[in-house]
């Protein structure tokens, strides 16, 4: 069948990514066209998602008087939101198609973009407004669950571990892109006269902190209209809801919900908490230039690390991942407890490097190994399919799974810098929470090998 055969309109109608004959005749051209515009979608709405971690920061120098427990709110919803919204997310892709679907998610974005633009030029804005705009950052957040699903019914089973770390991998470099840009474009007037009037600042200095929201109008704009021009829906993916609520009776769904909470939920509550968690704890050291770095190796480490995975199987990849990272916390709370010695914040910083490193390696091997076991899982459960219907009813199963594990997992935005302020109350420092992670990370390690990587492990994979 040719492609133009295959395909009404931009919706796929014969879409066989584990035909050889078909995947090197048009598949994976057209797989690469999705992925390449799923891209920038995703980053952006990871720069819009925790744009409000700078923005405020900076209110307050500015003249917005907001007590230090509403300022932590302002910063703390955007992750709860995200990590909510991702649940519905999660199923979108099958209903509405992953094309329409894109395409209004990127779109949603401009809301919150235009909505901080605005009310950060009036000192009157009320604090509820901000508490809205907060909430609707999340939106960014969303994006990440049905994007990856979408991904995932384009790319044959040996390259899927590939195809989702470059999706997500450099998705996630849009808190480093933001980490970076923000900073240097409230200092200068973008827009012009458009734009808005600067604030002034207490120090009698001038911000354009609008430009925080304003800067990623037009890069949504195109992303949007990129979207819905340029990628495909796949026929064979559509389900309902129903059709895709049995993942809540699969087992393994939930065990790595537990797995990727270790991996991406690490990354993102890092990402979200290490640029206090340094100031507070190196205050003599200036370190909000250096910040945007871990994120930057948890993205590309991502990206870059997936063929790994699909070269020596996810599961082994997650088990070693678990223990670097049990090491580098250790490596941590060590430098933490000789923090008055000269050369303890570099090499505090070098640890929280190796932990960012590792959660990106972690976050494309766990995806890696959900279509593996899947396929698994589906042929023991429904033995009665033919291949192809098993095939696509693991791919559909893999998919939900993927979006929904991606939503458990980012409410660690909101509970790794809440355990860092909890332990400090409590404690005097982060350590407690620091002893938790640790725990946490062993669990994890006992969970991937009992499951997947011992002798006669149940999945193996």
């Known amino acids: 069948m040719s492609t133009t055969d295959a395909t009404h309109g931009h919706v796929l109608t014969d879409w066989r990514p584990d035909d050889a004959e078909f995947w090197a005749r048009s598949g994976r051209r057209i797989a690469s066209r999705n992925l390449w515009i799923s891209i920038p979608c995703l980053l952006l709405a990871f720069s819009v998602w925790l744009v409000w971690s700078v923005v405020v920061a900076k209110l307050p120098t500015i003249g917005f008087a907001y007590a230090t427990d509403q300022l932590f709110w302002l910063a703390a919803l955007p992750g709860l939101s995200g990590a909510t919204l991702r649940i519905f997310y999660s199923f979108m892709v099958p209903i509405f198609g992953g094309r329409l679907w894109t395409t209004l998610s990127t779109a949603s974005l401009l809301i919150p973009a235009i909505g901080i633009g605005f009310a950060v030029q009036d000192p009157d804005t009320p604090y509820i407004v901000f508490l809205g705009l907060a909430l609707l950052c999340g939106l960014g957040g969303g994006n990440f669950a049905s994007s990856m699903a979408n991904i995932s019914f384009f790319y044959p089973k040996k390259e899927k571990g590939n195809a989702l770390a470059l999706n997500a991998g450099l998705g996630n470099a849009g808190v480093s892109v933001m980490q970076f840009v923000v900073p240097l474009v409230i200092t200068i007037g973008v827009f012009g006269a458009i734009g808005g009037a600067p604030q002034v600042t207490k120090l009698g200095g001038e911000l354009w902190l609008q430009n925080a929201g304003f800067v990623w109008v037009p890069f949504l704009v195109i992303a949007t209209v990129a979207a819905w021009f340029g990628m495909n829906d796949i026929a064979s993916a559509r389900a309902s809801f129903k059709e895709q609520s049995v993942i809540f009776s699969r087992k393994h769904n939930w065990i790595m919900c537990v797995l990727y909470t270790g991996t991406f939920g690490s990354f993102i509550g890092y990402s979200a908490g290490f640029p206090l968690l340094a100031k507070t704890q190196f205050p003599e050291v200036d370190s909000l230039p250096f910040v945007f770095l871990g994120p930057l190796v948890g993205a590309l480490s991502r990206a870059a690390t ?65 279509p593996m076991i899947m396929r698994q899982e589906v042929s023991r459960l429904m033995p009665g399919l033919t291949p192809e219907e098993h095939l696509r009813q693991s791919d559909r199963e893999a998919a939900a799974i993927i979006a929904f594990t991606s939503a458990i997992a980012a409410y660690g935005a909101f509970f790794i810098p809440k355990a860092y302020g909890t332990s400090i109350t409590m404690t005097g420092g982060p350590d407690m929470a620091l002893y938790l992670f640790m725990a946490f990370y062993a669990l994890c390690l006992v969970v991937t090998w009992l499951f997947y990587t011992r002798r006669n492990a149940p999945v193996p994979c």
């Not at 505090?348 to 995806?367: D, K, P």
């Open 306 to 370: 997936g063929w790994i995975s699909d070269k020596l199987g996810g599961g082994r990849v997650t088990f070693w991942t678990f223990l670097v990272m049990i090491v580098a916390v250790a490596g941590v709370l060590f430098f933490l407890d000789i923090k008055e010695q000269p050369g303890a914040f570099w090499g505090f910083f070098a640890m929280f490097m190796v932990l960012f490193f590792a959660t990106g390696v972690g976050n494309a091997s766990t995806f890696q190994m959900i």
